[in-house]
């Protein structure tokens, strides 16, 4: 079944240093993987994605994320969050099917 | 506007009566989704349209549940005899058509602010 796994529900880093969300995905194909962010009282924003080719991907915002196939994985990371980044994160996995399936998310704080 | 836009952006109702929620995707794309929003369950996928096609009604959680989308545009997602529990924030998104055959049949999605509901 078509799943995704965020495991830190909640997570607080001060201005400046690094930051890693972590997604864990389920799927019994070719994954097409996405991060989102929403920030408050906004809608859902793009912030990259990964379909094929180069595992390190860059996004908006300064974030890449790193497509691991034998981990299952596609955690996010920025070398230095800034206070605007707090948000919160849902990691999402696709494929031929269209059907996008979302994680639970994981809500940042920044703390200056 | 340029986004998708959805109605009413809050709407507070009576345990047991029927809620009508709109979604005006973005002109020209062909594939709309909706997704609730619940604490701490993150997005739940609803229903999702593509064109002409069947639509996919796998994650509607109950036959309570039902959507529609007229002409290939706009889409209404409708509740009857609405519980407690239907109490969430309903999201609405829209993709374009996506270049590269089935396999990139995922692309972007651009969703729109959502529909509070509340269920007394």
């Known amino acids: 079944a078509q799943s995704v796994t965020q495991p830190d529900i909640h997570i607080t880093v001060s201005e400046g240093a690094s930051l890693e969300l972590r997604c864990n995905y389920s799927y019994g194909a070719t994954p097409y993987l996405f991060w989102y962010v929403q920030s408050p009282g906004q809608g859902l924003q793009l912030l990259l994605k990964?379909?094929?080719?180069?595992?390190l991907v860059q996004g908006i915002k300064g974030f890449e994320a790193e497509f691991k196939r034998s981990q299952s994985s596609f955690n996010l990371r920025k070398p230095s969050v800034h206070w605007s980044d707090a948000a919160e994160y849902f990691c999402a996995v696709g494929g031929a099917t269209n059907k996008l399936i979302f994680g639970t998310g994981t809500l940042l704080a920044v703390q200056p | 506007g340029a986004g998708v836009s959805q109605s009413p952006s809050n709407k507070v109702t009576e345990k047991g009566k029927d809620v009508e929620l709109r979604c005006d995707p973005i002109s020209g794309h062909t594939a709309l989704y909706w997704y609730r929003q619940s604490l701490g369950q993150g997005l739940e996928f609803l229903i999702y349209?593509?064109?002409?096609?069947?639509?996919?009604k796998s994650g509607l959680p109950s036959d309570r549940f039902s959507a529609e989308r007229t002409g290939g545009s706009v889409s209404t997602l409708t509740i009857q005899r609405t519980q407690q529990e239907d109490s969430a924030v309903y999201l609405c998104?829209?993709?374009?058509?996506?270049?590269?055959?089935?396999?990139?049949?995922?692309?972007?999605?651009?969703f729109g602010e959502g529909s509070r509901l509340t269920v007394l």
């Open positions: 990964y379909f094929s080719g180069d595992t």
């Open positions: 349209f593509q064109g002409n096609s069947a639509p996919d």
């Open positions: 998104a829209s993709r374009p058509r996506t270049s590269g055959g089935p396999l990139r049949g995922t692309g972007e999605l651009f």
